[in-house]
């Protein structure tokens, strides 16, 4: 590796340790996760600099995350998520119609296209509605991914401060859950050797997000089959929050500063109703059913499987139940609503025409 390319990961990564100190310092939320991200975010947007985090580091993270969130999985949540299924597919609607409504009004108020703002509307993951994004012509790309990243940089930013201060404060203390217990290890980097081969199987079947949904699925189903699967390590969690915090770090860079000066105040105030919609959402799940309101919240929350799964691990929320629910939107998002939205965007181009 290039002496250069050296320098320019060492960069983000002191970034990032110096805003997962700050953040441990004052008690805030997620300190592994929040504190690298807006670090490397602040630094990366107001200098400029051409910052490199490896792809790889990226899906390392991930893959403990799925790792995680299947090992939640047992023959019991399988059958209160088939009790929920209803109620799954209820919100996810809810949700995806109540994101293309507030994307009218991002068309209405900031002066974008149509398309343009049903597709950074979307909440669906990132890269899956930039590469679907790509391939529709008559969609504008980099407003797509800035409207993305504010939405998702919004909301995994304070998603975790609502949850840890206000729906069920005093859980914001640690990083992340550090008891340990006793671990067979060979089972455990056994486990996770699965999890890796499931996360490239995914990919290459091309599963979603397949370097966390892979590793979920695989060992959801070896939980499911009465297998006892070890517990993450704490300090396996603290890593995967760091890794994962620098990738969403970098995000936002300098050269969006045109589209933030056209959009981005609609964009954040868009993202923040989606948020309290969830939150409406969740208050009403919690009516309906018997999970606790944290548990409810991070569910139809419109961040990323793995952003919610992590900051569960800390208000104790049902892993398995937030899985289901987020897995579930995934789905329907990428393999349902995408590709009716690109449908939908090509006819009316052809009708115009």
Same mark, same amino acid.
């Given at each position: /590796?290039?002496?250069?390319?050296?320098?320019? $990961?060492?960069?983000?990564?002191?970034?990032?340790?110096?805003?997962?100190?700050?953040?441990?310092? &004052?008690?805030?939320?997620? *300190?592994? #996760?929040? =504190?690298?991200?807006?670090?490397? @975010?602040?630094?990366?947007?107001? @200098?400029?600099?051409?910052?490199?985090?490896?792809?790889?580091?990226?899906?390392?993270?991930?893959?403990?995350?799925?790792?995680?969130?299947?090992?939640?999985?047992?023959?019991?949540?399988?059958?209160?998520?088939?009790?929920?299924?209803?109620?799954?597919?209820?919100?996810?609607?809810?949700?995806?119609? =109540?994101?293309?409504?507030?994307?009218?009004?991002?068309?209405?108020?900031?002066?974008?296209?149509?398309?343009?703002?049903?597709?950074?509307?979307?909440?669906?993951?990132?890269?899956?509605?930039?590469?679907? +994004?790509?391939?529709?012509?008559?969609?504008? !790309?980099? %407003?797509?991914?800035?409207?993305? @990243?504010?939405?998702?940089?919004?909301?995994?930013?304070? $998603?975790?401060?609502? !949850? /840890?201060?206000?729906?069920?404060?005093?859980?914001? #203390?640690?990083?992340?859950? #550090?008891?340990?217990?006793?671990? +067979?290890?060979?089972?455990?980097?056994?486990?996770?050797?699965?999890?890796?081969?499931?996360? &490239?199987?995914?990919?290459?079947?091309?599963?979603?997000?397949?370097?966390?949904?892979? *590793?979920?699925?695989?060992?959801?189903?070896?939980?499911?089959?009465?297998?006892?699967?070890?517990?993450?390590?704490?300090?396996?969690?603290?890593?995967?929050?760091?890794?994962?915090?620098?990738?969403?770090?970098?995000?936002?860079?300098?050269?969006?500063?045109?589209?933030?000066?056209?959009?981005?105040?609609?964009? #954040?105030?868009?993202?923040?109703?989606?948020?309290?919609?969830?939150?409406?959402?969740?208050?009403?799940?919690?009516?309906?059913? +018997?999970?606790?309101?944290?548990?409810?919240?991070?569910?139809?929350? *419109?961040?990323?499987?793995?952003? /919610?799964?992590?900051?569960?691990?800390?208000?104790?929320?049902?892993?398995?139940?937030?899985?289901?629910?987020?897995?579930?939107?995934?789905?329907?998002?990428?393999?349902?609503?995408?590709? %009716?939205?690109?449908?939908?965007?090509?006819?009316?181009?052809?009708?115009?025409?």
């Amino acid at each position: /590796m290039k002496l250069h390319n050296i320098r320019s $990961i060492a960069e983000p990564l002191i970034i990032g340790l110096i805003g997962a100190f700050l953040f441990h310092l &004052f008690h805030a939320p997620l *300190p592994w #996760m929040l =504190g690298p991200l807006t670090g490397v @975010t602040f630094w990366h947007f107001s @200098t400029g600099r051409k910052l490199s985090w490896p792809a790889p580091f990226r899906d390392i993270a991930l893959i403990m995350i799925g790792y995680m969130l299947g090992a939640s999985f047992t023959q019991r949540t399988i059958h209160e998520i088939g009790l929920h299924f209803p109620y799954i597919i209820g919100v996810t609607l809810i949700t995806v119609i =109540g994101s293309l409504f507030l994307g009218l009004l991002l068309v209405k108020k900031a002066n974008v296209k149509l398309v343009d703002g049903l597709f950074g509307s979307v909440p669906g993951g990132l890269s899956q509605v930039a590469i679907l +994004s790509e391939e529709t012509k008559e969609v504008d !790309t980099g %407003l797509i991914v800035f409207m993305q @990243t504010i939405r998702v940089v919004l909301v995994i930013l304070v $998603i975790p401060f609502l !949850t /840890m201060y206000f729906i069920k404060p005093g859980s914001m #203390m640690q990083g992340s859950p #550090m008891t340990e217990g006793s671990i +067979s290890y060979p089972v455990l980097f056994g486990l996770l050797g699965i999890a890796l081969l499931s996360a &490239f199987v995914g990919k290459k079947i091309r599963l979603p997000a397949a370097f966390l949904t892979g *590793p979920l699925i695989a060992i959801a189903l070896i939980s499911i089959s009465a297998i006892q699967v070890p517990d993450l390590p704490g300090g396996f969690v603290l890593v995967s929050q760091f890794l994962l915090g620098i990738h969403l770090g970098l995000y936002l860079k300098k050269n969006m500063l045109g589209n933030i000066r056209k959009l981005g105040f609609y964009s #954040m105030l868009t993202s923040l109703l989606l948020v309290g919609f969830s939150f409406l959402l969740a208050i009403l799940l919690t009516q309906v059913t +018997s999970i606790t309101l944290a548990t409810a919240f991070l569910s139809t929350a *419109p961040g990323g499987l793995a952003e /919610m799964g992590v900051t569960a691990t800390i208000v104790d929320a049902d892993l398995a139940m937030i899985s289901g629910y987020q897995l579930f939107r995934i789905f329907f998002i990428i393999f349902i609503a995408l590709p %009716l939205l690109q449908w939908w965007v090509r006819k009316r181009e052809a009708d115009i025409k």
